[in-house]
């Protein structure tokens, strides 16, 4: 998916790393209300883990909220068909936003969640997979 200035990205850039993946939309209170706790998250863990938010929304709105919320994390543009395909494929069957996805070094999802997920409960996730 490309990102806020168009350039198309892929997985493969982040392998050997293990990848949080968002689904969220700038419509969503829960998603936006996720966002400052996963900027730290990767503030924290550094280059060991990356976030990435896949938008199920379209490019102005994104530029518009990254304009007054500057996420330290790549923001990919799926637009609403393609994101919710892709989260359907990583176990999302119900379409539910948020959606987070924890894949290991590996390249292995090991971990789904559907709706709000708390700082702590994705530390519990996390955690264990950095000493693999």
Request: proline fraction near 5%.
């Amino acid at each position: 998916f490309p990102d806020l200035n168009n350039v198309s990205h892929s997985s493969k850039e982040w392998q050997g790393k293990i990848i949080v993946l968002n689904f969220w939309a700038t419509w969503c209170p829960s998603c936006l209300k996720e966002i400052p706790e996963f900027m730290a998250l990767q503030t924290q863990y550094g280059e060991k883990v990356q976030f990435v938010g896949i938008a199920l929304d379209d490019l102005e709105a994104v530029k518009t909220f990254q304009q007054n919320t500057v996420v330290n994390y790549p923001l990919l543009i799926s637009g609403d068909f393609a994101g919710f395909q892709l989260a359907k494929k990583l176990g999302n069957l119900i379409s539910a936003i948020p959606y987070s996805v924890v894949v290991d070094k590996t390249g292995q999802v090991v971990y789904r969640h559907s709706g709000e997920i708390s700082a702590n409960e994705l530390q519990t996730v996390v955690e264990p997979l950095l000493s693999k």
